[in-house]
């Protein structure tokens, strides 16, 4: 293994192995070391591919935004219908808050912050990302006729609040689940297919 690779698959391994342990502990409660050592490297070695934790996280989230960007942009190109693009984005998001909660999290955190020559490079690729989805999603409400949610000229309002609703919707799907089976008889998933129709039916010009 030349030295390219090496380093790529310690820095990779790193990424793995804090991955799982942030779904098993959580992201407060992993610590550089744990990281390390379920890795089978030395903290040292960690601390020569970040500079924290919080800087592997970010690495995580941009890695997670670009699989999201291409994830997105494939719907959209597979012609599956407008109402099932929609569900099926809406969905994805559900996903990426299931297997990667600490990730899902830090996304929403960074969601309309804005940043300058001075913002760490690291740092402005993250939301370099962002904005790259923000355009992705913009395109297609507009490609499915979902006016009813912007205005032509403004697409930051438009994926707001798209996003502000589709997250909203995943967090208390997932927060009030056992309530939502008690009062209407309805599991978690039902609840969400439910609510991103309705939440399409709002947003679409179809009469």
């Not at 995580?60 to 935004?65: H, R, T, V």
Request: net charge neutral.
């Amino acid at each position: 293994m030349n030295r390219e690779k090496k380093s790529e698959f310690i820095r990779k391994s790193l990424l793995n192995a804090a991955g799982v342990l942030f779904i098993q502990n959580g992201f407060e409660k992993t610590k550089v070391d744990d990281i390390a050592k379920k890795a089978d490297l030395s903290k040292a070695t960690f601390y020569a591919y970040f500079k924290s934790k919080d800087e592997l996280l970010d690495t995580m989230l941009l890695l997670q935004l670009k699989e999201v960007n291409s994830d997105v942009k494939k719907l959209i190109d597979e012609h599956i219908g407008k109402r099932n693009c929609f569900i099926a984005i809406c969905k994805m998001f559900v996903e990426v808050s299931r297997k990667n909660p600490v990730c899902y999290r830090r996304m929403l955190d960074y969601f309309g912050i804005s940043y300058d020559s001075s913002t760490p490079e690291l740092y402005q690729s993250i939301l370099e990302e962002a904005r790259t989805l923000n355009n992705t999603l913009y395109d297609a409400m507009k490609k499915y006729g979902l006016t009813k949610l912007f205005d032509e000229n403004s697409p930051d309002k438009a994926v707001f609040y798209l996003w502000t609703s589709v997250t909203g919707i995943i967090s208390i799907a997932q927060r009030k689940c056992a309530l939502i089976n008690a009062l209407y008889g309805i599991s978690g998933d039902e609840f969400l297919n439910f609510a991103f129709t309705q939440l399409y039916k709002s947003a679409t010009d179809e009469e």
